[in-house]
């Protein structure tokens, strides 16, 4: 069975930190990412990462802010927020997948981990 569990969401004040994590297990995936879904939005891309973690792709909205990375001994991708502002609150889901990292495709989801950053 395969499986995305995300971990490391929370609330905290804008201009603070946090670290996601993504733990996969049954499989592994060639490229991974991280999404998000606001209430009364649609939900977004974040970023992005191949297996080697030598092409990542970004959101130009967390660009300069967020780092995504991965540790595939782990079978794990982390994604480091910083400088966080209220309007990064939302649901953050992780995905996998085979595709490129540019073709933007997924097969795979996790529940999903609440990030709330206060003002």
């Known amino acids: 069975q395969v499986q995305l569990v995300e971990s490391g969401g929370g609330l905290v004040q804008a201009g603070g930190s946090l670290r996601l994590s993504c733990a996969a297990s049954g499989r592994t995936f060639s490229t991974m990412g991280w999404f998000r879904h606001a209430p009364g939005k649609e939900r977004e891309f974040v970023a992005a990462i191949s297996w080697s973690g030598g092409s990542t792709d970004y959101a130009n909205s967390v660009k300069g802010r967020f780092t995504i990375s991965r540790d595939n001994a782990k079978n794990t991708v982390y994604l480091q927020m910083n400088s966080l502002k209220p309007e990064d609150t939302a649901v953050y889901y992780c995905?996998?997948?085979?595709?490129?990292?540019?073709?933007?495709?997924?097969?795979?989801w996790g529940q999903g981990t609440q990030v709330t950053v206060s003002s």
């Open positions: 995905a996998g997948g085979s595709a490129p990292v540019t073709y933007g495709k997924y097969d795979y």
